[in-house]
């Protein structure tokens, strides 16, 4: 108990605490950053309040939130960490509601001279150090691994290839050439710009279809204002920020 307390306080400390008190606070995948800094924005200028963020891995938002971090909406990149949240009660399952979609794609450093083309070029040797996320964290990593186990590539990697704590480390790790090639979400790769290029798509039927289901938590202090936030994401104003990110449009109803 102590040592739940010790967390909690910490977290506490680490949220934002500059905004007003009255903001939604919003728990959101890394991948979502800028698309949900702009849709927030967009939401204030039309007078419907404020919204404060904290980003991160999933996984790392899905333990914060289950330690008593305060806050009002979760947004996952994959469905797992949600589910568990709503599993132990500590989500309201009925408020799920899948925002977004996106896609996943091979990326290298822009000024590589024998990079990759393609997935299957993964499996030569010379190809050193291949990023992605830690699976166990990171629903980027989590998408990687079955992509690479479809295509017959994950026992060839063994060794080479390199965890990162979330999607934009990853990213990071290309962007400085310190590996051969990485696997990200295609916004990531957009929101790189010309540091780093895309060398290959993976095919969608190779891994679980990447969503980003939201949620809001069962302790919310400002659960009506966390749901009229959550209504604004389906909005049309809200898809279209999405969209010119990169981001695609949900192709499923919540999961029970």
């Keep these: 108990m102590a040592l739940r307390w010790l967390v909690l306080t910490v977290l506490t400390v680490l949220w934002p605490v500059a905004a007003s008190a009255e903001a939604v606070r919003v728990a959101a995948a890394i991948s979502l950053k800028e698309a949900m800094?702009?849709?927030?924005?967009?939401?204030?200028?039309?007078?419907?309040?404020?919204?404060?963020?904290?980003?991160?891995?999933?996984?790392?938002?899905?333990?914060?939130?289950?330690?008593?971090?305060?806050?009002?909406l979760f947004i996952s990149a994959a469905h797992k960490q949600v589910d568990e949240l709503v599993a132990a009660k500590v989500a309201d399952g009925s408020t799920k509601r899948v925002v977004a979609g996106n896609r996943l794609v091979?990326?290298?450093?822009a000024g590589a001279k024998s990079a990759p083309a393609r997935f299957a070029d993964l499996s030569d040797p010379k190809h050193r150090r291949v990023a992605v996320g830690e699976?166990?964290?990171?629903?980027?990593?989590?998408?990687?691994?079955?992509?690479?186990?479809?295509l017959g590539l994950l026992d060839s990697l063994k060794?080479?290839?390199?965890?990162?704590?979330?999607?934009?480390?990853?990213?990071?790790?290309?962007?400085?050439?310190?590996?051969?090639?990485g696997i990200v979400y295609a916004t990531d790769a957009i929101e790189s710009g010309d540091r780093v290029r895309v060398a290959a798509r993976a095919e969608p039927k190779a891994h679980d279809p990447i969503e980003y289901?939201?949620?809001?938590?069962?302790?919310?202090?400002?659960?009506k204002?966390?749901?009229?936030?959550?209504?604004?994401?389906?909005?049309?104003?809200?898809?279209?920020?999405?969209?010119?990110?990169?981001?695609t449009a949900p192709q499923t109803t919540p999961r029970e």
Excluded: C
């Excluded at 204002?225 to 010119?244: P, T, V």
């Design 37 to 72: 800094t702009d849709v927030a924005a967009a939401y204030k200028a039309e007078g419907k309040g404020e919204v404060e963020f904290t980003f991160g891995s999933s996984g790392q938002l899905q333990a914060q939130i289950e330690y008593g971090a305060p806050v009002d």
């Design 106 to 109: 091979l990326i290298v450093p």
């Design 135 to 150: 699976p166990k964290s990171v629903p980027a990593g989590q998408y990687a691994a079955q992509a690479l186990k479809s």
């Design 159 to 181: 060794g080479r290839l390199v965890y990162g704590a979330n999607v934009r480390q990853v990213l990071d790790y290309v962007e400085r050439g310190e590996v051969d090639a």
């Design 213 to 223: 289901p939201a949620v809001i938590v069962s302790n919310s202090r400002r659960r």
């Design 225 to 247: 204002a966390a749901g009229d936030f959550l209504d604004y994401l389906q909005s049309e104003e809200a898809r279209e920020i999405l969209a010119r990110k990169g981001f």
